[in-house]
Every structure is written in structure tokens, then in C-alpha cells.
């Protein structure tokens, strides 16, 4: 168990980063980038990161109100969401963890 | 075998598999790369394509079962007709080929086109997946004169060491990102088999090796359908 928990930590997969990101906003709603960090357990140069590549795909919006900086999902990327969580038994039968 | 309601239930199996194994496979191709398109996922999307090459190599073996079950023939017959065979025997060095459909005719080709199709499938998901995953910190007997082999033998005695070598490339880095391994280890099972098979010339186990492949597959299935 220790030696599982510590494996898990050291490597994820892309798409299981892509969906912890959609799913923290889908449940969350407009959602700052440290909420975000947390429910997508993410260091937060590396949220900063992928934030900018899912907002260049479409897939998520930032909002900008009195200064504070918030991300919502776009149609699409709720879309994608859906999609990735039909497929998540597959990808991890495949050995793609998420 | 031929005549025989083993061999006709034995490539019937074997087409059947291969062809339901071939359609789980392209499934995943199109799934993988369909939802890697949409979030820009290279390592996805090369996994992708590794199942819609095993896809190829899965209908080149259906193709070849198929051809097998349509034109029969009788191995031991054949390899009697073979010329030189006995000759080959004399020498000590001559390995059988160990597909019973046509020892050396399209069918065995096909079998052979596929070994080589296989260890590409590999390379290409193990690229994926190595793509696919980052490391991060979390927030918190008689001495021979000479190896003689049956036609084709070498490429697909290569072409299962190269894939054995990769599944174990791709069963390392899938355990390290925690996804599953289950179908990966079968596959692995099914070239030892296959390798085994060819090196002695035996039939039953180079089958058994063919059958267990497409079984892989099923397992995905079994996991999605199941849970």
C-alpha cells in the first residue's frame, strides 16, 4: 500500500491531469487557480501551465473580476470532460492511469 | 490434421478471436485518439495509433487463419512433401515451422507479416505512454553444423523477442503510473509461448501463443464491460 501510494505520486498521466483540472471546475463552478491547484493536485507553475494550454484549446475560459482571475469550462471542454470520463475505463485498462 | 475437427476448431477459434481482438483494438485506437486530438495529448494520441498498427497485425492473423481454415492441409503430409526436408533432418539443424495451416505457404507468410507488425505496435505504445506519463512532485542436445530454420522462422523468432522486450518496457511504465497492467503481462505470455513454440517447432504451443494474444484484448473488454 505504502509502495503503491508512493508510486502514484511520482508520475501521472496528461489526460489524468487534463480531467482532474475539467473535473475540480465542473464541480466547483468558476474557480480560482489555487482551488483549482488543490482539487487538481497540481504545483501551481505547472496549473499555470496547463491553464494556458486548455484555454488555447477552447476548453476552459478565464474570467477576470475585480482583479481576482477564475476559470470556468467552455461547452467544449465540458464536452471533453464527458467524453474522457466515458473513456477513463478503457484508457485504464490500457494502462493510462486517471 | 487435416481432416480432422481439431484443426477446423482450432483456426475457427483462432479467426474468431483475432478478428473480435481486432475490432477491440481499433475501438481503442479511435477512442484514444479521438479524445487526444481534442486536449492536444501526443503521448495519447502515439498509443493510439500503436492499437490501430496491432489492429493490422490482428486482421494479417485472422486473414491467415481464415486461409487456413479455407484451404486445409495436412502438415505431416507436407512436411514429408518438403524437398530437401529429410536432408535438412540428416543435418540435424532443420526447425520446423510450427504454423499447421500451411507450413510454408500465404497463410505462414501472413502469420510472419503479422510477428513483424507486432513489435511495432509495441515501440509505438510504449513511446506513448512514455510520453504519456510525467514525473512530477505532487503539491503535496547434438551440436549443430549450423542453425538451419524454416522459411520466415528468424523474422518471427525476432519479431517476438523484440516484442517481449518492449512489453516489458511498456509493463515498467505503466506499473510506475499505477495504470493497469493485466493485459500487457498476456501479451507478454503469448510471445514467450510463441517463442517457445517456433524455437522447438511445436504447433500447440506456437497456437497457444496466437490464441492467448487476442485474449489480451478480451481482458480490456471484460475490464470495461465489468468495472
Known amino acids: 500500500m505504502t509502495r503503491r501510494t508512493k508510486t502514484l505520486s511520482r508520475y501521472r498521466s496528461q489526460a489524468g491531469i487534463v480531467y482532474d483540472i475539467l473535473n475540480t471546475i465542473a464541480e466547483e463552478g468558476p474557480t480560482s487557480p489555487t482551488r483549482i491547484m488543490y482539487g487538481a493536485r497540481l504545483p501551481y507553475d505547472r496549473l499555470k501551465n496547463m491553464l494556458e494550454h486548455l484555454e488555447e484549446q477552447g476548453l476552459v475560459k478565464k474570467i477576470i473580476e475585480d482583479d481576482r482571475v477564475f476559470y470556468d469550462l467552455t461547452p467544449k471542454g465540458a464536452e471533453v470532460l464527458e467524453e474522457l470520463r466515458r473513456v477513463r475505463r478503457l484508457l485504464r485498462s490500457i494502462g493510462i492511469r486517471f | 490434421m487435416d481432416g480432422h475437427i481439431g484443426y477446423y476448431a482450432v483456426f475457427t477459434m483462432l479467426a474468431l478471436l483475432e478478428i473480435i481482438s481486432a475490432a477491440i483494438s481499433l475501438i481503442i485506437a479511435v477512442k484514444a485518439m479521438g479524445i487526444a486530438r481534442k486536449i492536444k495529448d501526443k503521448g495519447l494520441f502515439r498509443l493510439g495509433i500503436g492499437y490501430a498498427v496491432m489492429c493490422v497485425a490482428l486482421v494479417l492473423g485472422f486473414a491467415a487463419a481464415l486461409i487456413a481454415l479455407l484451404y486445409p492441409v495436412n502438415p505431416v503430409l507436407q512436411l514429408q512433401e518438403e524437398p530437401r ?41 510504449l513511446l506513448g505512454l512514455s510520453g504519456e506519463y510525467v514525473r512530477f512532485e505532487q503539491g503535496s542436445g547434438e551440436k549443430l553444423p549450423g542453425l538451419i530454420v524454416a522459411p520466415g522462422l528468424m523474422v518471427g523468432m ?37 517463442l517457445a513454440g517456433e524455437s522447438v517447432g511445436t504447433p500447440l504451443l506456437f497456437l497457444a501463443g496466437e490464441v492467448l494474444r487476442p485474449i489480451a484484448l478480451l481482458i480490456v473488454l471484460a475490464r470495461v464491460m465489468l468495472g
Do not use: C, Q, T
Request: glycine content about 12%; proline content about 5%.
Open chain 2, 158 to 194: 525476432a519479431s517476438d523477442l523484440v516484442s517481449a522486450g518492449l512489453l516489458i518496457g511498456i509493463i515498467i511504465l505503466a506499473r510506475k503510473g499505477g495504470g493497469s497492467v493485466g493485459p500487457y503481462i498476456v501479451f507478454l505470455a503469448s510471445h514467450i509461448l510463441r
Open chain 2, 85 to 125: 526436408h529429410m536432408e535438412w533432418h540428416h543435418l540435424g539443424g532443420w526447425r520446423h515451422s510450427p504454423w499447421p495451416g500451411d507450413r510454408f505457404g500465404v497463410s505462414w507468410n501472413l502469420v510472419l507479416l503479422a510477428s513483424v507488425f507486432f513489435p511495432i505496435s509495441y515501440a509505438v505504445i
